[in-house]
């Protein structure tokens, strides 16, 4: 008889028998992982060093692979269409999650391999990006300089964050001055003999992107096949590592980014420069198909948008996630939209990719 109570933390399927799943030492334990789960995860862990990006060197601290759950009440609310899937890289652990884990770990090895004392990155004020990133550096033991533009009433629960994770804040007038001041700064620092490290804006550059090329190996191994994967796309980083990751694994799964802020042939541009970069990096030639969707950006980055504020309430009402309404929000308005439309089948299976942000709702 099946226990619904016994189920993996992972796939989500309830198990026939206790024995069937692994669980912690203690008498409390965490998850559990089913045989079949458990498998796919020790071939992961097996094959990684035949994978291009396995012998790229890289920090081990985010908690892999994240769950990936079907979301029933949402399809249901939408009225049927196609399955619906979210993975949670909201679950990954280090300085409140998100995807940005991912690709830190790598820029943060090369920064160690350095022999850096100091990183430097910039964003906004309610940065997650900047977060994670004075989060990671206080975990590994680096210095963290934050050049941050932007105003808000209070004080956004990003900044307190960064500053509790001990960072140095330089706030800037806007967008433009962010990259000279980190440049200064960095040269500061190395006059006073220090050793910075500077890190490219959402760490979205060809060796962060590795990070996501393993994302894209976590859903390739799931026992599902997804069709497509929607997710939030800005500085193109994110993308880029899911479109090489699936064509390096020879996986027919399409990657629709869904932009928060610039133009579709913006981003899509950059985000082909980046593969091209991993390309290079790993030795190996690849031109993934590149799809971004601009439809959903509304009055601009950081601006909430009805589409948006809809997604944040059908996800949390029917399926208990909260989304942000910078990123996730819009990208899942443009996939609830796509449903909608019937542009896929009932037999297609949809991949929310969550990839966190959800501090941008909160003040200190």
Known sequence: MRDDSLRCSFCRKSQDVVRKLISSPSDYPRAYICDECLQVCNSILEEQDGRPWGSVPHLDLGLYPTPIDEMLGLQEALGGGPRLYIKHDDYIGPGFGGNKVRKLEYILAEAQANDADTVLTIGS????????????????????????????????????????????IHRVANREDRVPTMHRIAEELSANGRKPYEIALGASVPLGSLGCMRAAEEIANCPVHFDFVFHSTSSGGTQAGLAAGFESLHCTTKVIGVSADDSSESIATQVAEIVQGVATLLGTPLDPRISVDDRFVGEGYGIPTPEGLEAIRLFARHEGVVLDPVYTAKAAAAMIARIRARDFTANQNILFLHTGGQLALFSA
């Open 125 to 168: 004020i309610r940065s997650n990006h900047a977060r994670v990133t004075a989060a990671l550096a206080a975990n590994v033991g680096l210095k963290c300089h934050l050049i941050l533009n932007g105003q808000a009433s209070g004080t956004p629960a990003s900044l307190y964050l960064d500053e509790l994770y001990g960072a140095t």
